[in-house]
């Protein structure tokens, strides 16, 4: 039929509501998508199910309150457009119509009185519906507050549950800014559609209000909504992609901000805070366009739907002559009421339109959040095995070789490697030798591309991942503090320790006495990654920290290259302590704080080249002995120029 009469009322008819159709189904498409973040918003709904429920209710109700206030209008209109002397009658038709007791009570009211009950119970209806706006507003307010905070930290949860090298692959500011608005994506999903439901079915309370005042008049409603939805389909693409365009540039810029401020001693130090400032009111700008852009997008609907519903008042005004012009009730109620409703018609399908194009602008935010949650391109930490206690007979590397990744060279090469309980190793060589490499695959960073790595003869793979970092310390060049208390510092890992337990560490690791001639002692806020102290003091804070762990196994990483000559010295000598108590790993480059080193592995391009003791290796005469022989010669040069 409509092939034959393509521009027929029941075609464009039936053509706007396909176009409906399609325009909902694509808004809805997140809830229906198998994607991580989908599924978060279905088993969200699922678990909240009790407050979701509420707000339906409200919605319902409200949808109820606003028909029946309709119907009131159009009886109240009704009566007092009617002639002074002829008699009224409110039961011909409707609900009322079957309530015959209320119809005689209301019939034999005088006209005034019955006017002003109409009017009162019309307030009353209003309040109701206000009131349950409210239940629904503060049902979708609590839903908001647990719903933030649970999304929250699953996301955070995800994200620490990653391995060491696929969190590598993320820069900082892309991890917090995922964390940070994968619960407003979420949120935002949900309470689009909290709305878009309540429009919806208001949208059906105002279509049931005309059809049974004209099903003729109505073809005309559905013709305004079906441009409507024309003006959207041209419309809703593009809000999408300014809506992408614009999360990449926020994300961008936050991430920019993040390690600008992170940055803020290397940009002082180079002279390069303007260039940081400019760069980001650069891309402030391109934010802004993208802004303005989006919002002459998302504003071009309300001038269309504002100027609309006039214009079919004025040819609804004139057609309304001829449908109710031969009613016993008079063309006024009909007209007002259709009107009216045709006017609240228009708002709902205004609210539905946008709340879709809501949830177009909100896919952006969806799609951040399902790169994040997908767990198919991820590796996650084990989270089961044999629990570590002790180190009871040492550690073994097996024919270890580790890639970091398929193309590239190995960064470690058959490493055959064993570490008696007890003992002290020491590695050496140049930058990018393996020697860090080693150390991470040690505390769990990185498994073996072939190869065993052994504890106990226990492969470590097979042991519980997290109690056996609990059971290292761990000191590198560049160590973390936060920015919290010495104190809580030191005890970090350690919650229970009390401050006899930490001043007994700190003494150990020589920091005891500058810590006490802090104002504040251990009570000190040391500031973000501890700027406030030296590089010296902030490595013996590290040390404490590791030995108040008692470590069945101490790595030392370079723990003392970037410090003067004084605070080496005291670093030297805290560690000097733990020799033979504790298994030592230390991996340094002045060959002179590691002579007493029961073993010592020179390494060089992922391998071992050479071991033995220091005396043995001077004796060898190989590599060792010439980064030896010119340690001591540039040391000498150094005494004699002071």
């Not at 760069?279 to 989006?294: C, F, P, V």
């Not at 100027?307 to 009613?327: K, Y």
């Not at 609990?470 to 030191?490: H, M």
Request: glycine share 8%; with cysteine.
């Amino acid at each position: 039929m409509c092939q034959t009469f393509p521009f027929s009322e029941v075609c464009l008819v039936h053509s706007a509501l396909v176009k409906m159709r399609r325009l909902v189904r694509s808004g809805l498409e997140p809830f229906l998508d198998p994607k991580p973040a989908p599924r978060l918003i279905r088993r969200t709904a699922r678990d909240e199910w009790p407050l979701i429920a509420v707000n339906l209710i409200s919605n319902l109700l409200q949808a109820i309150a606003e028909a029946a206030t309709f119907g009131i209008i159009f009886m109240a209109v009704d009566i007092l457009s009617k002639p002074s002397g002829q008699a009224i009658d409110l039961g011909q038709k409707g609900l009322l119509s079957k309530l015959p007791a209320l119809t005689t009570f209301l019939n034999n009211q005088p006209r005034t009185e019955l006017f002003l009950l109409l009017l009162g119970i019309a307030v009353l209806l209003k309040i109701a519906q206000g009131f349950a706006l409210y239940i629904g507003n503060v049902s979708l307010g609590h839903f908001t507050a647990r719903t933030s905070a649970k999304i929250t930290a699953l996301i955070h949860s995800h994200v620490l549950n990653f391995t060491f090298p696929c969190a590598s692959r993320y820069r900082v500011g892309d991890l917090l800014y995922s964390i940070g608005s994968g619960p407003s994506a979420v949120i935002t999903e949900i309470n689009i559609t909290s709305g878009l439901l309540m429009n919806v079915l208001l949208a059906l309370t105002y279509l049931a209000i005309l059809v049974s005042l004209s099903p003729w008049l109505l073809g005309v409603a559905i013709l305004m909504a079906g441009f409507t939805i024309l003006v959207q389909q041209q419309l809703l693409p593009r809000i999408r992609s300014r809506g992408f365009m614009g999360i990449e540039l926020d994300k961008n810029i936050s991430m920019s901000m993040i390690e600008n401020i992170q940055a803020l001693r290397l940009l002082h130090t180079m002279g390069q805070l303007e260039q940081a400032d400019q760069d980001i009111r650069s891309r402030m700008g391109e934010l802004e366009g993208n802004k303005r852009a989006q919002a002459k997008l998302n504003s071009i609907n309300a001038p269309i739907m504002a100027v609309l519903p006039i214009l079919m008042i004025a040819a609804l005004t004139s057609l309304s002559l001829i449908v109710f012009g031969n009613r016993s009730s008079g063309i006024l109620p009909s007209l007002v009421t259709f009107v009216m409703a045709l006017q609240r018609l228009n708002g709902s399908i205004t609210s539905i339109t946008q709340s879709l194009g809501s949830l177009t602008n909100n896919a952006a935010g969806l799609d951040i959040l399902n790169r994040i949650l997908e767990s198919s391109d991820k590796e996650f930490r084990r989270k089961s095995g044999a629990n570590f206690n002790a180190l009871t007979k040492g550690i073994e590397f097996r024919d270890v070789t580790l890639s970091y990744s398929p193309d590239l060279k190995p960064a470690l090469s058959n490493i055959d490697l064993k570490i008696t309980k007890g003992q002290t190793i020491a590695l050496v060589g140049t930058s990018g030798a393996g020697k860090s490499t080693l150390a991470d695959m040690l505390i769990g960073l990185y498994p073996a591309s072939s190869g065993e790595l052994l504890i106990d003869g226990i492969p470590l793979v097979q042991l519980d991942l997290s109690s056996w970092q609990k059971r290292l310390g761990v000191v590198s060049q560049d160590t973390f503090l936060f920015n919290a208390s010495i104190f809580d510092n030191i005890r970090f890992g350690n919650p229970g320790a009390t401050m006899a337990d930490v001043e007994a560490a700190s003494r150990k690791a020589q920091a005891h006495t500058f810590i006490t001639e802090l104002p504040m002692g251990y009570e000190t806020v040391i500031g973000e990654r501890g700027y406030r102290l030296s590089g010296g003091q902030r490595q013996r804070l590290s040390l404490s920290r590791a030995i108040l762990r008692d470590p069945e196994l101490l790595i030392l990483d370079e723990a003392t290259s970037a410090l003067d000559t004084e605070s080496e010295e005291l670093v030297q000598q805290a560690i000097d302590q733990f020799e033979g108590k504790y298994t030592v790993l230390v991996i340094a480059h002045r060959l002179s704080t590691i002579v007493n080193a029961d073993v010592i592995c020179v390494m060089e391009q992922g391998k071992i080249i050479e071991r033995g003791t220091h005396a043995e290796l001077i004796k060898m005469g190989g590599r060792y002995s010439k980064l030896w022989a010119k340690q001591s010669k540039e040391k000498s040069g150094q005494v004699l120029a002071s």
